[in-house]
């Protein structure tokens, strides 16, 4: 009973084998037998990378999160601007401004060939407002302005609630910024000359600058600029005192080392990193405006473990245009990055590549391989069978 349902399952053998006796080996078939061995492996591991490798699925959507805060982070250089002239400034169409450097951001002097100046580490530039933030500044540049707490010296006319009294060089400025009111002539005012306010700018007019570190912005359009001066507000107008420093002309040649907007996730492009802008331009006075539009494109990241990132990419487009800083010219010199938001999100999600798809493609690879090789091999047989045949047919007649 058992051995009539053996013999009958043989039937459905769709692999019959030829009889050993009528096999013949020859060297063809092994050298093609080699070379197909060789081509499954490398097919093999080519198709296993790909199967190791992640899947990433990229889908848009309407951005539809709200009343999220935005990081930028920046790491540019400045070749031919001396920290000392630079400030940093957001506003955004919100009318929300974060005047001049934050805590979050350093600025590191940098010689002519751009070389760190390592007598001072990166100091956090503090906002400066206020007369308590007189304790924290540190008096080392002269004695003469080691300030004692009643001690109030005047501000020139700036006094106001937030500064009443103007103790540092410093502080006039901001005193005069808070005002409204261009700060031209530090040779007129003691505090500045104490502190030898005009030899520090001499000292520095040579120098370069680095200034890095991030900044916390709403998720609206806006615009983080670099430019000379202090600025203020004057008459709802956003004006930077470019006189301050007796200097008319501003080189603003500038390497990008870093500009992104929030974390990064793995493969992630910087499109501005590592650009350097050459200002070939040379003006009687000011100095190019560079003027880089950024559209930026939210973007929400699921890693395969389940984590999930929230950050942006960006797009951008780049303008030059030359600010002469005289009256009747508008623009200032500088870089400035105005950001917009798109209103799509691109969600990009981590999927593991399927295991049956790769068994599939391993088999199509075996087999495949396999078969084209014996019909290689079968027809390098017959025909040199054919041809020997031949051959011994001219020889015999
Ligand atoms: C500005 O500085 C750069 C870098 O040092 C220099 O190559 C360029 O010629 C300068 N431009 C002008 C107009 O002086």
Same mark, same amino acid.
């Given at each position: 009973?058992? @051995?009539?349902? !053996? @013999?009958? /399952?043989?039937?459905?053998?769709?692999y019959?084998?030829t009889?050993?006796?009528?096999r013949v080996k020859t060297y063809g078939g092994a050298t093609i037998t080699l070379l197909s061995g060789a081509i499954i492996v490398i097919l093999f591991l080519s198709e296993?990378?790909?199967?190791?490798?992640?899947?990433?699925?990229?889908? /848009?959507?309407?951005? =539809?999160?709200?009343?999220?805060?935005?990081?930028?982070?920046?790491?540019?250089?400045?070749?031919?601007?001396?920290?000392?002239?630079?400030?940093? %400034?957001?506003?955004?169409?919100? *009318?929300?401004?974060?005047?001049?450097?934050?805590?979050?951001?350093?600025?590191? +002097?940098?010689?002519? %060939?751009?070389?760190?100046?390592?007598?001072?580490?990166?100091?956090?530039?503090?906002?400066?407002?206020?007369?308590? *933030?007189?304790?924290?500044?540190?008096?080392? =540049?002269?004695?003469? !302005?080691?300030?004692?707490?009643?001690?109030?010296?005047?501000?020139?006319?700036?006094?106001?609630?937030?500064?009443?009294?103007?103790?540092?060089?410093?502080?006039?400025?901001?005193?005069?910024?808070?005002?409204?009111?261009?700060?031209?002539?530090?040779?007129?005012?003691?505090?500045?000359?104490?502190?030898?306010?005009?030899?520090?700018?001499?000292?520095?007019?040579?120098?370069?600058?680095?200034?890095?570190?991030?900044?916390?912005?709403?998720?609206?359009?806006?615009?983080?600029?670099?430019?000379?001066?202090?600025?203020?507000?004057?008459?709802?107008?956003?004006?930077?005192?470019?006189?301050?420093?007796?200097?008319?002309?501003?080189?603003?040649?500038? =390497?990008?080392?870093?500009?992104?907007?929030?974390?990064?996730?793995?493969?992630?492009?910087?499109?501005?990193?590592?650009?350097?802008? !050459?200002?070939?331009?040379?003006?009687?006075?000011?100095?190019?405006?560079?003027?880089?539009?950024?559209?930026?494109?939210?973007?929400?990241?699921?890693?395969?473990?389940?984590?999930?990132?929230? =950050?942006?990419?960006?797009?951008?487009?780049?303008?030059?245009?030359?600010? +002469?800083?005289?009256? *009747? #010219?508008?623009?200032?010199?500088? !870089?400035?990055?105005?950001?917009?938001?798109?209103?799509?999100?691109?969600?990009?999600?981590?999927? +593991?590549?399927?295991?049956? #798809?790769?068994?599939?493609g391993v088999c199509a690879i075996v087999g495949g391989v396999f078969t084209v090789a014996g019909m290689l091999d079968g027809m390098l047989y017959h025909s040199a069978r054919?041809?020997?045949?031949?051959?011994?047919?001219?020889?015999?007649?």
């Amino acid at each position: 009973m058992a @051995s009539g349902f !053996v @013999s009958r /399952l043989k039937q459905f053998d769709a692999y019959p084998k030829t009889l050993e006796d009528f096999r013949v080996k020859t060297y063809g078939g092994a050298t093609i037998t080699l070379l197909s061995g060789a081509i499954i492996v490398i097919l093999f591991l080519s198709e296993l990378a790909y199967f190791l490798s992640t899947d990433i699925r990229e889908e /848009l959507y309407v951005d =539809t999160s709200r009343g999220e805060k935005m990081k930028i982070n920046f790491d540019l250089s400045f070749q031919r601007m001396p920290c000392l002239y630079l400030s940093i %400034d957001a506003m955004d169409v919100s *009318g929300e401004h974060q005047l001049d450097v934050l805590h979050s951001v350093f600025k590191q +002097r940098l010689t002519t %060939d751009g070389q760190p100046i390592t007598e001072e580490k990166p100091q956090p530039v503090e906002m400066g407002t206020g007369p308590e *933030g007189n304790e924290t500044t540190p008096t080392e =540049t002269a004695p003469a !302005v080691v300030v004692k707490d009643d001690v109030c010296k005047s501000c020139y006319g700036a006094e106001s609630p937030e500064i009443p009294c103007c103790n540092t060089c410093e502080q006039v400025r901001e005193a005069y910024r808070i005002k409204g009111w261009a700060f031209n002539n530090p040779t007129g005012i003691s505090q500045c000359i104490n502190e030898g306010w005009t030899d520090k700018i001499k000292d520095q007019v040579n120098e370069g600058c680095n200034i890095r570190g991030y900044i916390e912005v709403s998720k609206v359009a806006g615009n983080i600029h670099f430019a000379p001066g202090k600025s203020f507000q004057q008459h709802s107008v956003h004006v930077h005192d470019l006189q301050s420093f007796g200097v008319k002309k501003f080189n603003f040649t500038h =390497t990008i080392g870093h500009l992104s907007f929030g974390e990064d996730y793995p493969g992630q492009l910087h499109p501005l990193n590592g650009y350097t802008q !050459v200002q070939q331009v040379d003006l009687p006075t000011g100095g190019l405006m560079y003027q880089y539009f950024i559209k930026v494109v939210p973007t929400i990241y699921h890693k395969l473990s389940g984590e999930l990132l929230r =950050t942006n990419q960006f797009s951008v487009t780049k303008h030059s245009k030359e600010a +002469r800083a005289v009256a *009747g #010219h508008s623009g200032l010199p500088g !870089v400035f990055f105005m950001y917009d938001l798109s209103p799509m999100m691109v969600q990009l999600t981590e999927h +593991r590549r399927s295991f049956t #798809h790769f068994l599939t493609g391993v088999c199509a690879i075996v087999g495949g391989v396999f078969t084209v090789a014996g019909m290689l091999d079968g027809m390098l047989y017959h025909s040199a069978r054919a041809l020997r045949k031949k051959i011994d047919l001219g020889k015999a007649s």
